[in-house]
């Protein structure tokens, strides 16, 4: 009998994966009872921090970034980015005052870089760095017991390799500390000690790049995919309540063209999806006509096990599961490789959040480093996340360490640390 060869294409690979998520999405949700009314009914999880965009540049696009040109921060939105990266090495800060319009004290701090071992496999690295401020305890009366300094960070490590010359494959491990009582002795609510949470996570991801019309067009398409934050579970209370992590699916794509010998644009798409079940909640309307709701969020579930159920588990069917996927659209102009205009939406629906803000920022590439700045401009009115602010420096190593006539030429993809 004669060998059969079948070959599939990176790009119909990552469909592949992407049918076959919403067919069980569709098929499980078809089993639920249909009919119900959608209510407000938010997924929650441990350490959302781990979802807030760190860097400026994908923060002024709306927060799109899964398939966007590979930089230093490409640790957070697809490390499998890295080895189409030009320079062998890089860094980049960032510093995010978040929530500016409830509180002066919260900020989130970045730290990411990368090294290219060779033309193939890249190593990549962050810590984020989560500070809520300083929280003064008392007890029910009222009086003063300490002051507590809540944080979270995470550190973790991603290994990436090109499988093709246009496809990549990455995965990444992540250590998770969260003290969401900032090293107090005491305890909450007076009978039960809280402690801080660990959890360790996994990410892995996929990215295609090549250019349209082949070699030579001005036009160039990519995709990606990220799974992220899957893994144990965080408890704070020595393990007798455990909460998931915000597992998480990201799926994108970026058309770019080359304007000119000048210039170039480039339109990003994101879709985000929680991997983590939806609370089962039971609406009980009284007879003075008050509703009063009883929340399960299946916290008996595994890790696992939950995030192949949040495809198909929303009381409301099929029509909550789709709202439960937030979307995210940017572009972005880079001008003679020097300048950048950047601007983008986020959305999510009004009965998992109500997220919905447009964004703008500007970047300037000087030689050894980038600067990059965005700022938030939510939709509706007196929104704690108005006036967020974000800067980036992203520092190119490989440029500051080695001799100009040593270095490698630049890649035409503009974005590219």
């Not at 939950?306 to 972005?332: H, R, V």
């Not at 983008?344 to 997220?355: H, I, L, P, T």
């Not at 704690?384 to 270095?407: C, D, E, G, M």
Request: glycine fraction near 10%.
């Amino acid at each position: 009998m004669n060998d059969i060869n079948v070959k599939i294409s990176p790009v119909k690979l990552i469909l592949l994966v992407v049918v076959a998520l919403l067919t069980c999405t569709i098929s499980r949700a078809q089993n639920l009872t249909t009919g119900q009314e959608v209510r407000y009914n938010p997924i929650i999880t441990a350490v959302p921090f781990l979802t807030i965009t760190p860097d400026s540049r994908h923060g002024a696009m709306g927060d799109a970034g899964a398939a966007t040109s590979p930089d230093a921060n490409s640790q957070y939105w697809n490390p499998s980015k890295y080895p189409f990266i030009n320079d062998q090495y890089g860094v980049s800060l960032s510093y995010t005052p978040w929530l500016r319009q409830l509180t002066g004290d919260i900020n989130l701090a970045y730290l990411a870089g990368y090294y290219k071992i060779d033309g193939l496999q890249t190593i990549g690295s962050s810590l984020r760095y989560f500070s809520m401020g300083s929280i003064r305890q008392t007890d029910r009366t009222g009086t003063y017991l300490s002051t507590a300094n809540p944080n979270e960070f995470a550190l973790d490590v991603s290994y990436s390799r090109k499988l093709s010359e246009v496809f990549s494959g990455g995965v990444a491990i992540r250590y998770i500390r969260s003290d969401l009582s900032g090293g107090s002795a005491g305890t909450m609510s007076g009978t039960v000690a809280y402690s801080a949470g660990n959890a360790f996570a996994t990410d892995v991801s996929f990215y295609y790049q090549n250019r349209l019309s082949g070699e030579g067009s001005k036009n160039s398409i990519a995709a990606g995919v990220n799974f992220s934050n899957i893994g144990s579970k965080v408890s704070y209370n020595q393990g007798s309540t455990k909460e998931f992590l915000p597992a998480n699916m990201r799926l994108g794509t970026t058309f770019t063209t080359e304007l000119s010998d000048s210039g170039s644009f480039s339109l990003s798409v994101d879709l985000n999806k929680l991997m983590v079940p939806t609370p089962s909640n039971v609406y009980t309307t009284r007879s003075d006509g008050t509703v009063l709701v009883t929340e399960d969020n299946n916290s008996g579930q595994s890790g696992i096990s939950s995030i192949f159920g949040s495809f198909g588990d929303a009381p409301g069917g099929m029509k909550e599961e789709l709202q439960e996927i937030t979307w995210s659209l940017g572009a972005e102009y880079w001008y003679r490789r020097k300048f950048a205009l950047r601007g983008g939406y986020f959305n999510e629906s009004q009965n998992k959040g109500n997220r919905k803000y447009f964004s703008a920022g500007v970047g300037v590439k000087i030689k050894t480093f980038n600067i990059d700045l965005s700022y938030l401009i939510p939709v509706q009115k007196n929104n704690p996340l108005a006036n967020t602010i974000r800067l980036s420096v992203l520092f190119n190593l490989n440029r500051i360490l080695q001799p100009a006539n040593k270095q490698a030429p630049q890649e035409k993809r503009d974005g590219v640390n």
